[in-house]
């Protein structure tokens, strides 16, 4: 029969197994230092880099994109500062608030992402650097964070920025994108091209009124009435938003 370890034998293998863990610990602690050692002179390396191509970054859509990406991979993410070097090297996020806000008014918080980033182009117009739509798209997904609206939604082919929590079904959308074609839309061209009620056009064009999403339009002579939306017409490209 096996003879069972005494007292003594499990002492020295707890003490062993205790040893193991703390050199375990050490040295993963070790690794780890050594990790955030080399990453965070990874990080001021980058910055130097940012600094010599200050110029390309701001000027090359391609190079900017290839440049966030290589931030994403070491946590350093320009976009989300609001002072210092990155700030003014790529910061647009406040300044496509602004724009949302200004414009609100007139598009009811839904705007067209090409007009978004022509007016941030108008504002940002003392600054040398192109703004390109994966910048604004970048900026966008950061502001969404903060829990306040901001998203992008496809609408047909094209997408738009939402700075208002106002959700859109099926309905809705489907009329955006008929309205693409001229900038508004009629009643009976819901139904006709859609293939809906009266009813089920009228409630759907009531409730983006409702939203601030659509303007009413009766001074036409044939007394038609068209509901234009200025997220899908360069209506609100007209609005003041310089700083």
Not at 212 to 237: E, K, N, Q, T
Request: aromatic letters at 6%.
């Amino acid at each position: 029969m096996r003879r069972r370890p005494g007292i003594g034998g499990l002492q020295t293998a707890a003490a062993a197994r205790d040893q193991y863990r703390l050199l375990g610990e050490n040295v993963a602690k070790i690794r780890t230092d050594l990790m955030k050692e080399q990453l965070a002179t990874f990080r001021s390396q980058l910055e130097d880099f940012a600094r010599k191509h200050k110029n390309d970054i701001r000027k090359n859509p391609a190079f900017r994109s290839q440049f966030h990406e290589m931030c994403a991979k070491v946590g350093v993410d320009p976009l989300a500062s609001n002072k210092g070097f990155w700030a003014e090297l790529l910061g647009i996020g406040v300044q496509i608030v602004d724009i949302c806000l200004a414009t609100r008014p007139h598009n009811g918080g839904l705007i067209n992402l090409q007009e978004l980033c022509h007016l941030l182009r108008q504002r940002r117009k003392s600054d040398r650097g192109v703004v390109s739509e994966d910048d604004c798209l970048r900026a966008i997904g950061k502001l969404k964070v903060l829990g306040s609206g901001f998203e992008v939604i496809s609408v047909g082919k094209r997408k738009l920025v939402r700075s208002v929590p106002t959700e859109l079904n099926k309905d809705h959308n489907e009329i955006l994108e008929l309205a693409q074609a001229q900038g508004y839309v009629t009643v009976e061209e819901v139904e006709r091209r859609l293939s809906w009620t009266s009813g089920r056009a009228i409630d759907a064009l009531d409730t983006l009124l409702d939203e601030g999403l659509a303007m009413i339009d009766d001074g036409h002579r044939d007394g038609i009435r068209r509901y234009w939306f200025p997220c899908v017409s360069p209506i609100s490209s007209s609005i003041g938003v310089d700083s």
